[in-house]
């Protein structure tokens, strides 16, 4: 597999060089996200109006009380699905909740835990993800052909669909908001490290970043570096400080407060 450069992405056998300088701001970055998401996932918009709120009078344009276009569309070809009978609307909240709460990224952090407990697991996850994380147990729709990229002291990893949302679901079940906003989509290629500060994560100017371009075809996962001073935990407990977000590559994994 070719190595990108510094700040490069990759999207299948593609590899572009983006070096424009931006100046967005996370509060940007954030708004972009939530614009994205629709005003019917942004509670606390919708929560700060009272439901005794008096509409007879201007707010300047502040109230978002439409959904974004991607919102409303899907919104619509559910409705039509529904009429039509071809999708049942209880089984669609199954598999959204399904994904949203039984899966989640715990998938992936026992995947992630047993890389670092087991050298030879890790080899295999490294060579061909797909056949070492169905060593575990996960696997099928959404996490067909995957790829695992090693972050280590001088190279960092991350994860971005700049088309459209393509997550592994099978590991790290749905993607959140920001991931699916065409701010993180586009800023992640162009800026990565100015996306990566905001979100509280600072590199060093020698460490690479790689930047991988997920697609239908190939999903990929971080394997973030173990953290110091974990060498006497059980690989439950390593599991158990792997986060979503690190398996992105928006941060790193942290060791346990003491006594946690
Ligand atoms: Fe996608």
């Not at 158990?240 to 407060?257: E, I, Y």
Request: hydrophobic share 40%; net charge neutral.
């Amino acid at each position: 597999m070719p190595v990108p450069a510094v700040g490069a992405y990759t999207r299948g056998s593609r590899s572009v060089v983006e070096r424009t300088k931006m100046t967005t701001t996370r509060r940007d970055l954030l708004a972009g996200a939530l614009t994205a998401a629709g005003a019917a996932v942004t509670p606390t918009l919708s929560e700060a109006t009272p439901a005794n709120h008096d509409h007879d009078h201007d707010h300047g344009g502040e109230h978002q009380a439409v959904p974004s276009d991607p919102a409303l569309r899907a919104k619509a070809l559910e409705s039509v699905l529904v009429a039509k009978g071809l999708v049942d609307r209880a089984a669609l909240d199954v598999v959204v909740d399904t994904y949203q709460h039984q899966i989640g990224p715990r998938n992936g952090a026992r995947v992630i835990a047993r890389a670092w407990v087991d050298p030879a697991y890790k080899l295999r996850l490294l060579s061909n993800a797909t056949a070492a994380i169905a060593e575990l147990g996960f696997g099928g729709e959404q996490g067909e052909s995957m790829v695992v990229v090693e972050n280590t002291p001088r190279v960092h990893n991350l994860i971005v669909c700049t088309l459209c949302s393509c997550y592994p679901w099978p590991v790290l079940g749905l993607p959140p908001v920001w991931y699916k906003s065409a701010a993180y989509r586009a800023r992640a290629v162009i800026d990565p490290r100015s996306v990566l500060k905001e979100f509280g994560l600072e590199l060093a100017p020698d460490v690479e970043v790689r930047v991988w371009d997920s697609t239908a075809e190939v999903r990929y996962l971080v394997l973030p570096e173990r953290p110091a001073g974990t060498g006497k935990l059980s690989e439950g407990q390593l599991a158990a400080l792997v986060s979503r977000d690190a398996m992105v590559g928006v941060s790193r994994v942290t060791p346990a407060p003491a006594g946690a």
